[in-house]
């Protein structure tokens, strides 16, 4: 199988949020240019299931702006209802796990699904579908959560940011409970800069936590070497997959948070990290999708491969 490796123009942000750099404005020319360093992962299909034929692929898929489009209201980023029955069916077929920034009841709350594994607050707070038997003896007596000593100061400093995000207009803090988020979308843009140096100066000498950015967020987390990709590679050790030479982790999200699980499957240099993106981003995922529709569409065809193979095996 040939070895894939990182993409040569991907340059990492070394900035402390972690933010993607856009490549150039988003015009129909400039997308075309970026998808051919990052081929659309539909037109792809055929040479990604060659790959995985006879491999153990496990599934990856971030939550808001993959299986839901980026809304004004967080608490509103519902998923429809045919991409809750793709995504229960590529479970049927692949053990499944969502890694959302979110809490993991919330996403829970939204993917409404009892056979995939829940990683809440970037991998902070796992757990496993009750009809898996996991390898793992923590996650089974319940939810694996290394930051757990972090929540006294988690909800000490929510108290705080609550108090100095107040008379910004728009600004919305959500607990994720080892995550909290400042969303400022609905913010006037002549506040945005008002609210990020609020929030700095109140994280900025309190070493228990570190700041990092997402869209239109701004995400105080513990400072605990933690993030997707090292939810990802527990996943995988969870299910028994991660020092298989078989296994083909396939990663699927469009936030710069999902850039750290793809630098993990990039080392690996086997598997499927896809970016979702409308627009040309620096990102290491060696394949794309524009929009939830189109994973939508690709978790539909997956499982339908899947399930014609299964079949196919099953008559020989």
Known sequence: MQKKVKPSHAQENDGTDGALELLGPPDVAGYASWVMQHPSALDMFDSITKEAKSKNVVVFLDYDGTLSPIVEDPDKAFMSAEMRMAVREVAKYFPTSIISGRSREKVKEFVQLSNVYYAGSHGLDILAPRAVKSSDKKVNEGAFQPAKLYLPAIQEITVE?????REIQGARLEDNKFCISVHYRQVQPKDHEVLKERVKSLVVNRLEFRLTEGKMVLEVRPSIEWNKGDALNFLLDTLGFNNAKDVLPLYIGDD???????????????????????IPKDTIAWYSLRDPSEVLAFLLRLAKWKKSETSLNREI
């Open 256 to 278: 710069r948070t999902d850039e750290d699980a793809f630098k993990v499957i990039a080392a690996r240099r086997v598997g499927f990290p896809i970016i979702v993106s409308s």
């Open 161 to 165: 940011l609550e108090d100095t995000i």
